[in-house]
């Protein structure tokens, strides 16, 4: 089956520091992919949408600015974290639509623990 | 706006028993797709069954199989035989054409041995 890789899988870094998370789709092109934010026993909550080549859609209430989101081919989207605060420590999730599917599907990436001190 | 809704946050069940979970929605589309994750601790989300909602058939995968009512808006999942390994939290996702996907609050099973 189709396969996404997210990287790194954990990070800890200081808090005023930038943080750089890629998702990628191994086998299949991705015009779309979803990054989600997940804390301890809640649900995944979208933060944005990337679409290749364009900018990426945020939802209400996530800072653009704090989340810069790069959707530069059709393979790779990259989530920072700019100027990182312990109140950003979470459980990061990607996920990529394979656009030559018949129907919707989405695969998800393992996932990326970031701790901020 | 689409919600999804999962109102049983935590179920429990006997090995080799068989346990429902809930999942509603609402959505004022007529096409879109309906679907039942898995996430074990290792946090890795697993696809479990996914139906959608122009088939009037009920989804099925081995053991996993769900009741798909498109009237009531409804969209339980049946977990038959169940395993030890199928402890997790389980989650109800949904999403129209071109659109990003949303979860349900989730519902944490636990099989007992």
């Known amino acids: 089956g189709a396969v996404v890789s997210q990287h790194p899988s954990r990070v800890i870094c200081k808090s005023g520091t930038s943080v750089k998370i890629e998702c990628r789709s191994l086998d299949f092109q991705a015009t779309t992919m979803f990054w989600y934010r997940q804390f301890p026993k809640q649900s995944l909550m979208l933060m944005a949408t990337?679409?290749?080549?364009?900018?990426?859609?945020?939802e209400q209430g996530v800072e653009k600015d704090k989340f810069l989101i790069n959707h530069a081919s059709l393979t790779l989207s990259t989530l920072t974290v700019t100027s990182a605060h312990p109140e950003d420590s979470s459980f990061y999730i990607c996920s990529a639509r394979d656009i030559t599917s018949v129907g919707e599907k989405l695969f998800f990436g393992s996932g990326t623990q970031l701790s901020v001190l | 706006a689409q919600t999804v809704t999962q109102s049983q946050p935590e179920m429990s069940v006997q090995e080799a028993e068989t346990v429902t979970l809930s999942c509603t929605y609402d959505t004022s589309e007529s096409n879109y797709y309906l679907f039942w994750y898995k996430q074990p601790p290792s946090r890795q989300m697993i696809l479990v069954i996914r139906q959608e909602a122009y088939k009037q058939q009920n989804a099925t995968e081995n053991r996993f199989s769900v009741n798909f009512q498109k009237a009531a808006k409804s969209f339980s999942l049946k977990i038959s035989d169940s395993q030890l390994g199928d402890t997790a939290m389980y989650f109800c996702?949904?999403?129209?054409?071109?659109?990003?996907?949303?979860f349900g609050a989730g519902t944490r099973l636990t099989v007992k041995p």
């Open positions: 990337s679409n290749e080549g364009s900018k990426a859609t945020y």
């Open positions: 996702a949904f999403i129209r054409n071109n659109n990003d996907m949303r």
